[in-house]
């Protein structure tokens, strides 16, 4: 189809189909967002993108990302009009209320519509801006499947949105729809869909920046196509100073364009700037009326451009019409959406030197002005960049604590630039707001004392103007002093600085609280994370709970619910409750990926969980690996809890590896000190005690054992278990008995905990002369490892295990999943067999790897359909496929062969 000419008139229904005029909440539909950009004359068309998208037309997404000015838009746009497609084209022009999954969809729906897709009457329309109904886009998923010919919508400037429910709903879409659908994704940043899933499996096609940049060959036909005929090696050296940016080359060409040799003058374009900056001063400021001058001086300061914005430089209000105009004339500003514009980078650098060389001084005044005006709209972050500029620190430092935002600091994508912003902050900026700012970045830090110091100057501040002192502002020195607890590893601290915050939040009106739902998802993390390293496991429970299921705000929510949600695995992992763990460990990953997370900014709690779950189930590559993925967060130095762990999980490992003096000496230091001040919390003595305990045991002295875990004075069922293993090495079997049978046989305690406690109960047993006990005690370890495939309690019991399970085979005859050197006989060379290294029958599809790698992480049938969108039939189907293809019956066994064949 050609996309220029549509079947139908654009202002005219479709047969079939009841297009609506207005969307969710009232606004009309603007048609114009339907329309393919047109492809100007001087465009040059690039055989070797356009065929790669051609090709990307097998894989159901295909992205295009790069920063402005790269040509995103009218190569695709390109594409379209040079490609004979199957189906119809869609076009959908993003812009940010399309935030609202509401407004959203319907714009998308209509633009399918538009292009004379007929839809079934039973899909509509979302009924209202902030929500939609499942049942929409599964109607439209099934209609789209059962198409023969693919519908390709592509949506161009997508970084417009960023909410979280329109990418969940276009992901479900894409998995739904099949062959139905193609999605062409335009945008300047990567959209928040599950990306690695689609890159894993083959399913996406992509053009970045890099595959945008123009070639030397290709920037000649551009300086061609503007009338400039020059040499290879001129369109050579330009394509290597601007690096191939579509937007700086046509600038050079434009300016070239007017000069008497362009051959020399593009030479020097880079040692000689004044040659361009004269020419865009004359020929194009100089064409300008005096008040479109003044209005492109004025908001050159600015990256983006507001007409109301603009009228408050001038003090004038013709900014609308001026820039209306400017943007129709292609005068270097162009429109990016909801009435704001942006002029060239380079035309607005060289029009801010003009500005600072015929009025000096007033840039810093119009950086003041631009600083109120954007924090007033709700641009906080752009607006602290001007008052930075105009040296207004007091102003800035006060608008992020008066307005609650002190929290963007520490979660949210401009964490890191507000970071930078006040790390410029004077020391001559004073006041409890300067004080606040300050203690915030000492702590983000994990600089404390600093931190501490700054705070109490700022409450000392604050306690000063009694009554006067700002509500928000004592608000924010007390969430400071959570997190300070917090880092201190005082959780006496952290808890009464939490109830302060609790009592100031109804001093603060609703509605600013409701704008930063970062500040108490932080404040119940770290209180949370303080009662975790105290032991209070409850407690800690009960805040990273609230924290975790707190308000979600994209990114700014996204990093202390990731955070809440890993550490609540880690308590359930210290409960001995592995499937717990997984299951938050999956929703601590969906809150990074959806956050955009880097790893660097995500709390090592989970990967310490994952390495800690791997031991239990003997793979200890992947242990190690987590643990590597925990050195590249900042908690492996300054989180106690993080680090402390990290010790007992490495000392754990090494036990493992038979190397039972490097274990001890790790531990040693831990005992001696942690990495806070003040003794360790229980958990931590227990982990150490239990861990040096069998390091003891491994080197042959039970004493040395027994005495470590009485120093301790670690008193839980871990500990009694490795008290008991060591009277039973000392030959002290009763003694053994009577710890063990004061454990309580329901006490809450996970199946991790419970399986080491029935194998040292069937060990003592054993060594009393019962063995009919030790096997029927043995069968219920069996029954309860099973499931969680806890391989590494059966390896740690010793010699007296791979004796009963020799003289007794048929207690194993259906754990298959045990390692081959404690099964006997026919069992081993069974499960020799299944992991046996040899080609798969044929090779798996990239869907049954996808659900191969989810049955590797434990997770049930049921789970594997939700996170695929499948059904639970077509999951089994594909189960089915994959245990014919290798040759193995039962998922374990094929998740074992695929990690032998590497092929996970």
């Not at 000419?5 to 603007?30: C, E, K, Y």
């Not at 040759?887 to 990690?899: H, M, Q």
Request: hydrophobic share 45%; charged share 25%.
């Amino acid at each position: 189809m050609t996309i220029g000419s549509p079947t139908h008139p654009a202002d005219a229904p479709r047969p079939g189909t009841a297009r609506p005029t207005r969307i969710p909440g009232g606004d009309p539909v603007l048609a114009a967002r339907f329309a393919v950009p047109p492809v100007p004359g001087t465009f040059v068309h690039r055989p070797r993108l356009v065929e790669r998208l051609r090709d990307g037309l097998r894989t159901p997404l295909l992205l295009v990302t790069a920063p402005a000015g790269a040509g995103k838009t009218l190569l695709v746009s390109d594409w379209l009009a040079t490609t004979r497609l199957r189906g119809p084209a869609v076009w959908l022009t993003v812009e940010r209320e399309d935030n609202a999954p509401g407004v959203f969809w319907a714009y998308l729906l209509e633009a399918v519509r538009h292009q004379g897709v007929v839809l079934p009457d039973d899909i509509g329309t979302p009924a209202r801006a902030d929500g939609i109904d499942h049942s929409l886009l599964a109607g439209l998923a099934a209609h789209l499947s059962r198409r023969e010919d693919p519908v390709v919508v592509v949506l161009d400037e997508l970084e417009q949105v960023s909410s979280a429910e329109v990418a969940t709903g276009l992901h479900f879409l894409l998995s739904h729809a099949g062959p139905g659908l193609r999605l062409v994704l335009i945008s300047r940043n990567e959209p928040s869909l599950p990306l690695h899933r689609y890159r894993a499996s083959g399913s996406a096609t992509e053009v970045r920046a890099a595959d945008l940049a123009f070639r030397p060959q290709e920037t000649a036909v551009l300086l061609r196509r503007h009338g400039l005929a020059l040499s290879d090696d001129t369109a050579r050296a330009l394509t290597e100073r601007t690096g191939g940016w579509a937007a700086g080359l046509r600038l050079s060409a434009l300016a070239a364009q007017r000069a008497a040799d362009p051959e020399v003058y593009l030479k020097e374009f880079e040692a000689c700037r004044s040659t361009v900056a004269d020419f865009l001063l004359a020929e194009v400021l100089g064409d300008q009326p005096a008040e479109t001058q003044d209005l492109l001086l004025r908001t050159s300061v600015l990256d983006r451009i507001h007409p109301g914005l603009a009228d408050a430089l001038t003090g004038r209000s013709d900014g609308s019409r001026i820039l209306t105009a400017l943007a129709r004339a292609d005068t270097f500003v162009e429109p990016v959406g909801r009435s704001w514009y942006r002029c060239h980078p380079l035309f607005a650098e060289i029009l801010r030197d003009h500005l600072s060389a015929c009025s000096p001084g007033l840039e810093r005044a119009l950086h003041r002005r631009a600083a109120r005006w954007l924090t007033a709209a709700g641009h906080l972050t752009d607006g602290l960049v001007h008052a930075a500029a105009a040296g207004d620190w007091d102003f800035a430092a006060t608008e992020v604590v008066d307005r609650l935002a002190i929290g963007r600091l520490f979660a949210g994508r401009d964490a890191e630039r507000l970071d930078r912003l006040f790390a410029d902050m004077p020391p001559d900026a004073r006041g409890p707001a300067p004080e606040l700012i300050r203690a915030a970045r000492d702590l983000a830090h994990h600089q404390v004392d600093g931190g501490l110091e700054h705070l109490r100057h700022a409450e000392t501040l604050l306690s000063e103007r009694g009554a006067d002192a700002v509500p928000a502002a004592l608000l924010n020195a007390a969430h400071l002093r959570v997190l300070a607890g917090r880092l201190l590893g005082s959780a006496d601290m952290a808890r009464a600085a939490a109830e302060r915050a609790a009592r100031l939040e109804e001093e603060v009106p609703q509605g600013l609280r409701r704008e930063h739902p970062e500040l108490p998802a932080l404040r119940l993390t770290d209180l949370g994370s303080a009662l975790l390293w105290k032991g209070s496991l409850d407690a800690a429970g009960t805040a990273l709970s609230a924290a975790a299921t707190a308000e979600a705000d994209g990114a700014a929510t996204a990093c202390p619910r990731h955070e809440s949600f890993a550490r609540l695995a880690l308590i359930d992992l210290l409960r001995g409750q592995p499937g717990q763990a997984e299951i938050h460990l999956r929703r601590a990953g969906a809150e990074a990926e959806l956050g955009g997370l880097a790893p660097d900014s995500r709390t090592g709690a989970d990967q310490l969980v994952l390495a800690a779950l791997a031991v239990d189930r003997d793979d200890l590559p992947a242990a190690r690996a987590a643990l590597d993925r925990v050195a590249e967060s900042a908690a492996a130095d300054h989180d106690p809890t993080v680090a402390a762990g990290i010790t007992i999980v490495r000392a754990r490992m090494l036990l493992a590896d038979g190397r039972s003096r490097a274990a001890l000496d790790l531990l040693g230091g831990l005992e001696d000190g942690t990495p806070v001040a003040g003794p360790p919390p229980p958990w931590v003595r227990e982990g150490v005690a239990v861990a040096a305990a069998a390091g003891h045991l491994a080197e042959g002295d039970p004493a040395a054992a027994l005495e470590a875990l009485e120093r301790s004075g670690a008193d839980g069922p871990e500990p009694a278990v490795a008290a008991a293993r060591a009277h039973l090495a000392a030959g002290e079997s009763r003694g053994a008995l009577r710890i063990l049978a004061a454990i309580p046989e329901h006490d809450g305690h996970g199946p991790a905990i419970t399986v080491r406690v029935l194998l040292t109960r069937s060990q003592a047993a054993l060594a009393l002369g019962d063995e009919a006990a030790a096997q029927r005690l043995l069968a219920r370890a069996l029954a309860v490892a099973r499931p969680e495939r806890l391989r590494r309690p059966f390896r740690e019991a010793g010699p007296w295990l791979r004796r009963l399970l020799h003289a007794r085979p048929e207690l194993v005859e259906s754990h298959g999943w045990l390692p081959p050197d404690l099964l006997p006989g026919a069992a081993a060379k069974a499960s020799e067999e299944a992991a046996a290294v040899t080609d798969p029958v044929e090779p798996l599809s990239d869907r049954e790897l996808d659900v191969l790698r989810l049955a590797a992480q434990m997770l049930s049938t049921d789970e594997i359909a939700a996170e695929l969108f499948l059904s639970v039939n077509t999951v089994k189907t594909h189960l089915k496929s994959i245990n014919r293809k290798l040759a193995v019956t039962g998922r374990n066994r094929a998740v074992r062969r695929a990690r032998a064949l590497h092929l996970l």
